[in-house]
């Protein structure tokens, strides 16, 4: 099963909005709504910040929304902090198995 | 509070063999899938094997299938990891964590080191 594919990099200035894409397959992304979104700074444990492809777990800000369209998930950040600068990685369920799969990570910037 | 421990991790040989756990609290453990996930230095995550609440179904991603075996005992509230016939490519931070399709509560993680 090949990774999910997202971009490596991703950047915005505090206050502007940025989107990092997840594209998978018609077995994964496209094919359930099991799409998460992980935020994870360094040296820390991932945390959940997306499930099942736009609902937010209680205590993550509104600023922070997920969509899908076809085989394409996407997470967007609005109102860009400092504190949003880290790895995120999206998830899918693939009904196979029960597997899950990971994208290989995007490095959000804060300029 | 849910909270996940992990424990078990160290440097091991190649070919050898590790027991990782994963101590909740805080929440009723037995309710829940669990997942392994690792993390090998300076990469992305991976998702390892789940579990299903009564043990009953066990998965696992294809490079660790007939090598790790995850198990879970609900009175103990804890998780494990049972890693035989170790690789240098194994060599990571596994985290468990509650769920699959959403994993909300992370363990700290223990580093796992396959050298020679």
């Known amino acids: 099963q090949s990774a999910l594919t997202q971009p490596p990099s991703a950047s915005g200035s505090p206050g502007q909005s940025v989107t990092i894409s997840c594209t998978g397959t018609?077995?994964?992304?496209?094919?359930?709504?099991?799409v998460s979104w992980y935020q994870q700074h360094p040296g820390k444990a991932p945390k959940l910040m997306i499930y099942e492809v736009t609902k937010r777990p209680s205590g993550v800000p509104d600023r922070f929304s997920g969509s899908k369209s076809d085989n394409t998930a996407s997470l967007t950040v609005s109102g860009l902090q400092a504190e949003d600068e880290a790895d995120y990685y999206c998830?899918?369920?693939?009904?196979?198995?029960?597997?899950?799969?990971f994208g290989g990570g995007t490095k959000l910037t804060v300029l | 509070e849910v909270q996940l421990v992990e424990s078990g991790g160290g440097l091991v040989q190649p070919g050898g063999s590790l027991r990782l756990s994963c101590a909740a609290s805080?929440?009723?453990?037995?309710?829940?899938?669990m997942s392994w996930v690792r993390q090998a230095p300076g990469k992305g995550l991976e998702w390892v094997a789940n579990i299903k609440q009564d043990g009953s179904e066990k998965y696992y991603v294809d490079s660790v299938k007939g090598r790790f075996t995850i198990s879970r005992d609900n009175a103990k509230n804890s998780l494990y990891l049972q890693m035989n016939s170790l690789r240098g490519e194994d060599t990571a931070v596994y985290y468990c964590?509650?769920?699959?399709?959403?994993?909300?509560?992370w363990g700290q993680g223990t580093l796992v080191t396959v050298s020679s």
């Open positions: 998830s899918s369920y693939v009904g196979t198995n029960n597997y899950v799969i």
């Open positions: 805080g929440a009723t453990f037995s309710s829940y899938w």
């Open positions: 018609s077995s994964d992304v496209g094919g359930y709504n099991y």
């Open positions: 964590a509650r769920g699959y399709t959403g994993m909300l509560y």
